[in-house]
C-alpha cells in the first residue's frame, strides 16, 4: 500500500493575522533587487488546482513517489495514464493576472529573479525570464537511463497512437498534472519506453521523495544572497525545498513577504502575510507603482 508523504504542519501560534493592504509588496519593489518563490496557489486562477487550499488536492489525491515510480512498473503504468489524460487540461492553462503582473515587474527591473516550485510553464508564458522551475517541467520527459530529454508533446503523440479511444472521464485534475482515475479506468493503458534506447520515461519533475539537484539549489542560494527582499506567492511552504529559501533570507536580514489567503510554514520568518487572492493583490501593487500590464 502506498503511504501518503508527510506534508502538513501545525501552525504556529500567536502570529499577528494576515493584512489585507498589499502596500509592504509595493514598498519592496519600490527598493528594487526583489526575489520572488511562487507556489501552486499562483496558479489556481489558471484553472489548476493547490495542494493544501480549500478543495486542495491533498484531500483526495496521494502524489506519486520517486520510490514508487521507480520501483512499479505497475504504478508507472498509473501515473501515466493519469498524466496524459490530466495534460490534455494541463497543457491548455493559460497565465492569469499573477503571472503576468511578475512578468510586468521584472520588465520593469524590479526583480532579482523568479523561483517557482510550479512544473506548469506560466510564468515563462507570461514573458518572465530566467525562472528557475526548482521543480523541473512537466513539458519535458527524461530517460531514467540513457539522460534523453524530449519535449512532452512528442510523448503525448506517442502515447495516443499507442492507446487510441482512452478518454475516460477524470474527476479532478492535480497541480502536478496528474488526473484523478480509478483502476478501472486506467485499464491496460500501454506505457511507451524511450525512443532512444527503450529506457524508462519520467516527467522531468521532482517527485515527492526526491530531491532537487543540488545545483539548481545552490543557484536559488546565490538569488536569495543577492537579493533585497523574498516575496513568497502562493505557497504553504509546507516542504523544505522552497522553505529552506524563506530561512536563509530571513537569517541574512532580508525581509521576507508573503501573498497566500491562508497561514503558512514560513509565516515566523515573514514581515507580513497579504491574506488575498493572488491576481487582486498583485493588480492592485501594479496599480500603484504605475505598472501596466493586461490583467
Not at 523541473?136 to 503525448?156: E, N, Q, Y
Not at 525512443?195 to 539548481?216: H, M, N, S, T, Y
Request: aromatic content about 6%; hydrophobic content about 40%; overall charge positive.
Amino acid at each position: 500500500m502506498r503511504m501518503r508523504p508527510t506534508l502538513s504542519w501545525t501552525p504556529d501560534e500567536g502570529l499577528p493575522p494576515g493584512t489585507t493592504d498589499p502596500e509592504p509588496v509595493a514598498e519592496a519593489l519600490r527598493t528594487g533587487k526583489l526575489l520572488v518563490l511562487s507556489g501552486a496557489g499562483i496558479s489556481t486562477e489558471s484553472g489548476i488546482p493547490d495542494y493544501r487550499g480549500v478543495g486542495g488536492s491533498l484531500s483526495r489525491h496521494t502524489p506519486m513517489t520517486y520510490q514508487d515510480f521507480t520501483a512499479d512498473a505497475q504504478a508507472r503504468r498509473r501515473y501515466w495514464a493519469r498524466s496524459h489524460l490530466g495534460w490534455r487540461t494541463f497543457g491548455r492553462a493559460r497565465p492569469n493576472a499573477g503571472h503576468r503582473a511578475v512578468a510586468a515587474f521584472g520588465r520593469h527591473g524590479l526583480l532579482a529573479g523568479v523561483i517557482t516550485q510550479n512544473v506548469d510553464g506560466l510564468h515563462q508564458a507570461a514573458g518572465s525570464e530566467d525562472v528557475v522551475e526548482l521543480h523541473g517541467s512537466l513539458a519535458r520527459v527524461v530517460c531514467l537511463s540513457c539522460g534523453a530529454l524530449s519535449p512532452r508533446r512528442d510523448l503525448a503523440r506517442r502515447l495516443e497512437e499507442a492507446n487510441a479511444g482512452f478518454a475516460p472521464v477524470a474527476a479532478g485534475i492535480n497541480p502536478d498534472g496528474d488526473a484523478d482515475l480509478t483502476d478501472e479506468q486506467v485499464g491496460d493503458f500501454r506505457v511507451v519506453p524511450c525512443a532512444v534506447c527503450g529506457g524508462v520515461l519520467k516527467p522531468d519533475v521532482v517527485f515527492f521523495g526526491e530531491a532537487v539537484p543540488p545545483r539548481r539549489v545552490e543557484h536559488c542560494r546565490g538569488l536569495v544572497r543577492e537579493a533585497a527582499s523574498l516575496l513568497v506567492l502562493g505557497s504553504s511552504l509546507t516542504v523544505m525545498s522552497g522553505l529552506r529559501f524563506v530561512r536563509e533570507a530571513a537569517r541574512a536580514g532580508k525581509p521576507v513577504l508573503i501573498v497566500n489567503r491562508d497561514p503558512t510554514r514560513g509565516d515566523r520568518h515573514a514581515l507580513t502575510r497579504v491574506a488575498l487572492p493572488l491576481g487582486a493583490a498583485l493588480t492592485t501593487v501594479a496599480a500603484r507603482l504605475d505598472i501596466p500590464f493586461e490583467g
